[in-house]
């Protein structure tokens, strides 16, 4: 039961980090390196890469940290 309380709740901070990392590294790109100029295409694939790996790191951890603090 801990197991799958954690992965829903690794679910949930998953989004939220993958969200959080993508509209931060939008926003850093737009004012401090591209601005109006034409993006390129890598530059979306890298954010999006990025944040979804944080993502999945923060869901993987949670994932852990439930198996870890099962009784024993």
């Known amino acids: 039961m ?19 990392v993508i509209i931060i590294g939008y926003a850093a790109l737009w004012i401090l390196v591209f601005g109006d100029d034409t993006w390129p295409a890598s530059a979306n694939l890298a954010l999006l890469v990025v944040g979804y790996g944080a993502g999945l790191a923060v869901f993987v951890g949670a994932i852990c940290l439930g198996v870890r603090s099962r009784p024993r």
């Not at 992965?7 to 993958?18: D, K, N, P, R």
Request: proline share 0%; charged share 10%; glycine share 10%.
């Open 2 to 20: 801990r197991i799958l309380v954690s992965g829903l709740v690794g679910a949930v901070a998953e989004i939220a980090v993958a969200f959080t």
